[in-house]
């Protein structure tokens, strides 16, 4: 990861249409390479990972850190990236999935100044019939 001194953007996405909504949001915010990292957390299956990658390439993150938390690894990986954050100012973090448990560990085991959620629509949803019809429950926290 880049110099520690810097605050960082960090952006965490599983799917296609997060990946999308975390685009618009980096331009929105106006966050440079420099102090930019997408995690993409455990696509689905090949095909998400190859439409991640090519998305990826396509929405212009060529020149942004990247890290691939693939199911295979993702458990082994995930403590090498907290160790790195870590030791990290984080400035925004982006989570494309407020109910995923994956996202769930990087908003609750990392402090940012500013959380951002940039959820690909069904979330909203969601959230709305769960507020009003049973609350919210954390996944991994009782």
Known sequence: MSSAASPINVFVASTPLQLI?????????GCSAETTLLVIARPDNRETE???????DALGW??????YLKKSSFYLRLGAVAKGLSRRKIERLFI???????HEVFYRGFDSEQL?????????VTYYHAI???G??????P
Do not use: P
């Not at 494309?96 to 994956?102: F, L, R």
């Open 62 to 67: 060529q020149d942004i850190e990247t890290i």
């Open 116 to 124: 951002i959620f940039v959820d690909d629509g069904l979330a909203t």
């Open 132 to 134: 009003h019809d049973e």
């Open 21 to 29: 909504s975390c685009s618009e949001a980096r331009y929105h915010y």
């Open 50 to 56: 190859g439409q991640m990658a090519f998305l990826a």
């Open 136 to 141: 919210i429950a954390s996944r991994i926290s």
């Open 96 to 102: 494309g999935n407020k109910s995923s448990w994956i």
